[in-house]
């Protein structure tokens, strides 16, 4: 056969319409195979995809692949989250309905995805928007509220006062409105739904360890620092004139005698009740500073109320003042300022003259005067009455047994992580399945007249309240338990509630009975391997492990974590900065597709980084893994006719058995890749030397040797370029997909390298390379080592301290 030349979009085109009508990649309910769900985290759909998507993608389809041949089940499905805020904001911009422009967006990411040769299970998409979808979530928080778990009380929440409506997070940007960069957003307080997820606080620490083997250690510290687990005390400080208690926690109560006041966050109760009226407008800006920058990024700033709190062990008069660095959802609110012992404290006292008392000296030192700095160590308790004398550990569990005792305190486990807000004053998302009667109070909807339908036609400018507030024909409705008028809830859920459990909905997608069949989940759960990016460590994947938790108490399913490995794959980067829209720094997916091909695009992005670091898109890489895919492409159709296809391998020459040799490590380098690290960019390297090495030897190859290359470098590339590898399979005459046909194995001793190529240091600085048999003794390493003239060059005329060997892998030369 002639040589062809590469041509992309044939082949492409050829492919991508012949999987678009096959059933190919949908998952078998077949529980006597070895099962594999691979996921990756479902986008939103914002428009199209770009190259910044591509890589996320392109992993979890290689790894799809590979499973298939290696002869797992797999489950690799795609959906859609598609509530959410950018599409309220699209409709303000371009007088379009949400539900028009998701499903318009959704449409085309599709079709980029069929084009791009993603392996998905389309049978089993799910779109978040849809009632089929959304009914369900609206029976969790039935469920929930069954539990006591989804509740009901007063919150903050951003609120610009030029719009009069409140603000996402995401729509405060610099402290002010997004649509007014001048205005100042507020906080204001609101009636929320809220679930109780620090009920399941302890068992979301706790299972972190069970997750240390498939999760990044990175992921699992910020989880474990979100949840923020702090052993202390709680103590009681007496409002000085009436006695009423002040409830502060502390990690630190060995420490109390050193405390020199009494700090409040400025949104406390107590706050508004002592304060002077004339310092209540500055308590007010303090809240909306920390609305507008975060805690983190505020100078400290604090306020003398005039009054004094009484320590319930010293019996001291304490200042109370108001701070704005401490935060009303942490611990309670309140504080006692140990600025000896505490470094925050410490500025925060030494910039209001408030003053500074040691109380813990080093076990082996003397207490400290005069401090430049807190000392936050343990040590000996001093100063402090009948705990003098004490160790910080043994203060503090007798003076937390006093308290419980003596009625003004106890032990106590504080978290950071507070109660799931899921409230959201938008239109577009999940109404909650609640009403409101002026009899009853709240009522749950009954579970028979779900789903609670979000209306198509409504208005929304983005100013005011909900516009499911100001439709009469959704908020009217009468009381399920008495009949009167009542009113709907007009708030939307926080589309976190939708992406937290749509895995499952994969398993049983069509179900209208159930979320699920529950014999399904146990079946394909956990998943055996999600890939996102890392910033959704926090939020998403602990409310969807929070989510899992409850699912198993409520009796529908059996495992107690949702995913049994993640991987947080690295940004794509162009000039310098991570692919967005607003920057304007994209590429688009149909933009490289139609220059370079798909299977290009997936090569370049494997192989320019390993998948877990940062990879730059460049042209120039781009089209060099363009030229390798049309070598390959060349070698393979111009050997088609002289190769024996057979698959029996009979070496007859040194060229047989040298690319035999490479062929076999090429094999076992992509396979270890696929089993280990998923350094794809050392997979695709191998190829690389491979065809480098058929390239040179082509000529001297026997028909056996020659056709056996032919077919495992096509199964070898098909996780990575999977439409080529399609097209040399057939043109090789073999039937059935490339994905479905095992993976190839390998001989390890065809495997092995002949020969060991040694790094020699000099000073631990590398001088040169040596290449021996593998094996060779130690002293025959050190004469070769010395032998070498780039190494004797940095040995003569200097004093051989020592030689350190390593066999089969380093000399170092030390010299002096």
Same mark, same amino acid.
């Given at each position: 056969?002639?040589?062809?030349?590469?041509?992309?979009?044939?082949?492409?085109?050829?492919?991508?319409?012949?999987?678009?009508?096959?059933?190919?990649?949908?998952?078998?309910?077949?529980?006597?195979?070895?099962?594999?769900?691979?996921?990756?985290?479902?986008?939103?759909?914002?428009?199209?995809?770009?190259?910044?998507?591509?890589?996320?993608?392109?992993?979890?389809?290689?790894?799809?692949?590979?499973?298939?041949?290696?002869?797992?089940?797999?489950?690799?499905?795609?959906?859609?989250?598609?509530?959410?805020?950018?599409?309220?904001?699209?409709?303000?911009?371009?007088?379009?309905?949400?539900?028009?422009?998701?499903?318009?967006?959704?449409?085309?990411?599709?079709?980029?995805?069929?084009?791009?040769?993603?392996?998905?299970?389309?049978?089993?998409?799910?779109?978040?928007?849809?009632?089929?979808?959304?009914?369900?979530?609206?029976?969790?928080?039935?469920?929930?509220?069954?539990?006591?778990?989804?509740?009901?009380?007063?919150?903050?929440?951003?609120?610009?006062?030029?719009?009069?409506?409140?603000?996402?997070?995401?729509?405060?940007?610099?402290?002010?409105?997004?649509?007014?960069?001048?205005?100042?957003?507020?906080?204001?307080?609101?009636?929320?739904?809220?679930?109780?997820?620090?009920?399941?606080?302890?068992?979301?620490?706790?299972?972190?360890?069970?997750?240390?083997?498939?999760?990044?250690?990175?992921?699992?510290?910020?989880?474990?620092?979100?949840?923020?687990?702090?052993?202390?005390?709680?103590?009681?400080?007496?409002?000085?004139?009436?006695?009423?208690?002040?409830?502060?926690?502390?990690?630190?109560?060995?420490?109390?005698?050193?405390?020199?006041?009494?700090?409040?966050?400025?949104?406390?109760?107590?706050?508004?009740?002592?304060?002077?009226?004339?310092?209540?407008?500055?308590?007010?800006?303090?809240?909306?500073?920390?609305?507008?920058?975060?805690?983190?990024?505020?100078?400290?700033?604090?306020?003398?109320?005039?009054?004094?709190?009484?320590?319930?062990?010293?019996?001291?008069?304490?200042?109370?003042?108001?701070?704005?660095?401490?935060?009303?959802?942490?611990?309670?609110?309140?504080?006692?300022?140990?600025?000896?012992?505490?470094?925050?404290?410490?500025?925060?006292?030494?910039?209001?003259?408030?003053?500074?008392?040691?109380?813990?000296?080093?076990?082996?030192?003397?207490?400290?005067?005069?401090?430049?700095?807190?000392?936050?160590?343990?040590?000996?308790?001093?100063?402090?009455?009948?705990?003098?004398?004490?160790?910080?550990?043994?203060?503090?569990?007798?003076?937390?047994?006093?308290?419980?005792?003596?009625?003004?305190?106890?032990?106590?486990?504080?978290?950071?992580?507070?109660?799931?807000?899921?409230?959201?004053?938008?239109?577009?998302?999940?109404?909650?399945?609640?009403?409101? @009667? =002026?009899? /009853? #109070?709240?009522?749950?909807?009954? +579970? &028979? $007249?779900?789903?609670?339908?979000?209306?198509?036609?409504?208005?929304?400018?983005?100013?005011?309240?909900?516009?499911?507030?100001?439709?009469?024909?959704?908020?009217?409705?009468? @009381? =399920?338990? /008495? #009949?009167?008028?009542?009113?709907? +809830? &007009? $708030?939307?859920?926080?589309?976190?509630?939708?992406?937290?459990?749509?895995?499952?909905?994969?398993?049983?997608?069509?179900?209208?009975?159930?979320?699920?069949?529950?014999?399904?989940?146990?079946?394909?759960?956990?998943?055996?391997?999600?890939?996102?990016?890392?910033?959704?460590?926090?939020?998403?994947?602990?409310?969807?492990?929070?989510?899992?938790?409850?699912?198993?108490?409520?009796?529908?399913?059996?495992?107690?974590?949702?995913?049994?490995?993640?991987?947080?794959?690295?940004?794509?980067?162009?000039?310098?900065?991570?692919?967005?829209?607003?920057?304007?720094?994209?590429?688009?997916?149909?933009?490289?597709?139609?220059?370079?091909?798909?299977?290009?695009?997936?090569?370049?992005?494997?192989?320019?980084?390993?998948?877990?670091?940062?990879?730059?898109?460049?042209?120039?890489?781009?089209?060099?893994?363009?030229?390798?895919?049309?070598?390959?492409?060349?070698?393979?159709?111009?050997?088609?006719?002289?190769?024996?296809?057979?698959?029996?391998?009979?070496?007859?020459?040194?060229?047989?058995?040298?690319?035999?040799?490479?062929?076999?490590?090429?094999?076992?380098?992509?396979?270890?890749?696929?089993?280990?690290?998923?350094?794809?960019?050392?997979?695709?390297?191998?190829?690389?030397?491979?065809?480098?090495?058929?390239?040179?030897?082509?000529?001297?190859?026997?028909?056996?040797?020659?056709?056996?290359?032919?077919?495992?470098?096509?199964?070898?590339?098909?996780?990575?370029?999977?439409?080529?590898?399609?097209?040399?399979?057939?043109?090789?005459?073999?039937?059935?997909?490339?994905?479905?046909?095992?993976?190839?194995?390998?001989?390890?001793?065809?495997?092995?390298?002949?020969?060991?190529?040694?790094?020699?240091?000099?000073?631990?600085?590398?001088?040169?390379?040596?290449?021996?048999?593998?094996?060779?003794?130690?002293?025959?390493?050190?004469?070769?080592?010395?032998?070498?003239?780039?190494?004797?060059?940095?040995?003569?005329?200097?004093?051989?301290?020592?030689?350190?060997?390593?066999?089969?892998?380093?000399?170092?030369?030390?010299?002096?």
């Amino acid at each position: 056969m002639r040589e062809k030349l590469y041509d992309h979009q044939e082949i492409e085109l050829k492919w991508s319409g012949r999987w678009a009508c096959s059933t190919l990649f949908e998952a078998e309910e077949n529980s006597s195979k070895p099962k594999f769900y691979v996921l990756e985290m479902l986008p939103y759909p914002s428009g199209q995809l770009h190259i910044g998507h591509l890589r996320n993608y392109a992993i979890g389809d290689a790894l799809a692949r590979y499973k298939w041949m290696c002869g797992f089940n797999v489950l690799h499905p795609m959906g859609w989250d598609a509530f959410g805020l950018p599409a309220e904001n699209a409709a303000i911009k371009n007088n379009r309905q949400p539900r028009e422009w998701t499903l318009h967006n959704i449409a085309e990411m599709k079709r980029q995805m069929r084009r791009l040769g993603f392996s998905y299970d389309w049978n089993r998409e799910v779109a978040t928007c849809e009632p089929e979808y959304y009914r369900w979530n609206q029976w969790f928080f039935l469920k929930m509220f069954e539990r006591g778990l989804a509740y009901r009380k007063d919150a903050l929440v951003n609120w610009c006062p030029e719009c009069g409506t409140v603000l996402a997070n995401e729509q405060v940007v610099d402290g002010c409105c997004w649509r007014h960069e001048t205005t100042p957003v507020e906080q204001r307080a609101l009636e929320q739904w809220f679930f109780r997820i620090t009920q399941y606080a302890d068992e979301l620490l706790n299972d972190i360890a069970g997750l240390a083997e498939g999760w990044p250690e990175r992921v699992l510290t910020m989880q474990r620092n979100w949840i923020g687990r702090s052993e202390g005390t709680e103590v009681d400080f007496a409002l000085d004139e009436t006695g009423e208690p002040i409830r502060v926690f502390t990690t630190r109560v060995d420490t109390i005698y050193g405390a020199t006041c009494v700090i409040l966050a400025p949104g406390h109760p107590l706050t508004g009740r002592i304060v002077k009226p004339e310092d209540k407008p500055r308590i007010k800006a303090m809240i909306d500073a920390v609305a507008r920058k975060g805690p983190g990024d505020i100078d400290k700033e604090g306020l003398f109320t005039g009054h004094y709190a009484i320590n319930c062990y010293s019996g001291q008069k304490l200042p109370i003042w108001i701070g704005n660095f401490v935060l009303l959802g942490y611990g309670t609110g309140a504080i006692m300022a140990v600025p000896a012992h505490d470094q925050r404290d410490f500025e925060f006292c030494r910039q209001y003259g408030l003053p500074v008392v040691p109380v813990i000296r080093p076990i082996d030192g003397p207490l400290a005067e005069d401090q430049k700095e807190a000392h936050p160590g343990y040590g000996i308790v001093e100063n402090s009455g009948e705990w003098s004398g004490l160790t910080s550990e043994e203060a503090k569990r007798r003076m937390s047994a006093k308290a419980e005792a003596e009625g003004f305190g106890k032990a106590a486990v504080t978290y950071r992580l507070k109660d799931w807000g899921i409230s959201r004053q938008r239109y577009w998302g999940t109404p909650i399945p609640m009403i409101h @009667c =002026p009899q /009853c #109070g709240i009522v749950p909807v009954p +579970e &028979s $007249d779900l789903p609670v339908l979000l209306p198509l036609d409504v208005k929304i400018t983005g100013k005011g309240r909900s516009p499911l507030a100001d439709d009469p024909a959704f908020v009217n409705v009468k @009381c =399920p338990k /008495c #009949g009167v008028d009542a009113r709907r +809830e &007009s $708030d939307t859920m926080d589309t976190f509630m939708d992406s937290s459990w749509y895995f499952y909905r994969y398993c049983d997608a069509r179900n209208d009975q159930a979320p699920f069949d529950s014999a399904k989940i146990a079946n394909w759960f956990p998943i055996d391997q999600y890939i996102g990016g890392v910033e959704h460590a926090i939020l998403h994947l602990i409310y969807s492990r929070f989510f899992t938790k409850v699912m198993r108490d409520l009796g529908l399913i059996s495992n107690d974590e949702p995913v049994k490995r993640l991987f947080t794959q690295g940004m794509v980067i162009l000039d310098g900065a991570k692919m967005s829209k607003n920057k304007g720094n994209v590429v688009s997916a149909d933009e490289m597709v139609e220059r370079f091909g798909a299977d290009t695009g997936r090569v370049f992005e494997l192989f320019a980084a390993p998948p877990e670091r940062e990879m730059d898109w460049t042209e120039a890489g781009a089209d060099g893994a363009y030229r390798f895919l049309g070598r390959v492409y060349r070698f393979v159709t111009r050997n088609m006719d002289r190769a024996d296809l057979s698959g029996r391998v009979e070496p007859s020459s040194d060229q047989d058995r040298r690319v035999l040799r490479k062929l076999n490590q090429a094999i076992r380098k992509v396979t270890e890749e696929f089993e280990s690290r998923w350094h794809f960019n050392t997979s695709i390297a191998s190829m690389m030397d491979l065809v480098n090495v058929v390239y040179a030897d082509e000529a001297g190859l026997t028909a056996p040797v020659l056709g056996t290359v032919l077919i495992h470098l096509t199964l070898l590339l098909g996780p990575f370029a999977p439409y080529l590898a399609e097209e040399m399979w057939e043109q090789m005459g073999k039937e059935g997909p490339v994905f479905k046909q095992p993976w190839p194995s390998y001989d390890p001793e065809l495997a092995r390298e002949e020969a060991a190529e040694i790094p020699v240091q000099v000073n631990g600085k590398l001088r040169a390379r040596i290449t021996v048999a593998f094996g060779t003794p130690g002293a025959d390493l050190e004469r070769l080592a010395l032998a070498e003239p780039k190494v004797r060059a940095f040995v003569d005329g200097k004093q051989i301290v020592k030689i350190v060997v390593v066999p089969d892998k380093l000399v170092n030369v030390v010299v002096r």
